[in-house]
Nanobody, 126 residues
Framework: QVTLAESGGDSVQAGGSLRLSCVAQ???????MGWFRQAPGKEREGVAS?????????RYAESVKGRFTITRDNAKNTLHLEMNRLTPEDTAMYYC???????????????????WGQGTQVTVSS
């Protein structure tokens, strides 16, 4: 069993930056982990994912490439999402997710992740 808790969401102006964190309780050793988001009236979207290593393979949604960076610190069981050059289109609830088992390839498909956090709200104003 894995419990995930996100933090770091806030209200910022367009062009600003935020750093989201997700602390995992329970083993996420060698797990794929990812960040997802859902805006009101929209479907959940995979934002970024990373394989089991601290400096591992990553995968990003096209809409965030070059602006967002996903990292993890396995010693602290923590996942981060560095978000730069934020736009109003980034406004959403952001969720951390974990997919136990050996992570061969990070995935942006939410259906593959059984464990989810409660989310942290990011609001970007123009």
């Amino acid at each position: 069993q894995v419990t995930l808790a996100e933090s770091g969401g806030d209200s910022v102006q367009a062009g600003g930056s935020l750093r989201l964190s997700c602390v995992a309780q329970g083993s996420t050793y060698r797990s794929c982990m990812g960040w997802f988001r859902q805006a009101p009236g929209k479907e959940r979207e995979g934002v970024a994912s990373i394989d089991s290593e601290d400096v591992g393979r990553t995968r990003y949604a096209e809409s965030v490439k070059g602006r967002f960076t996903i990292t993890r610190d396995n010693a602290k069981n923590t996942l981060h999402l560095e978000m730069n050059r934020l736009t109003p289109e980034d406004t959403a609830m952001y969720y951390c997710a974990a997919k136990p088992g050996i992570c061969w390839l990070p995935s942006l498909s939410g259906s593959e992740y059984p464990f989810w956090g409660q989310g942290t709200q990011v609001t970007v104003s123009s």
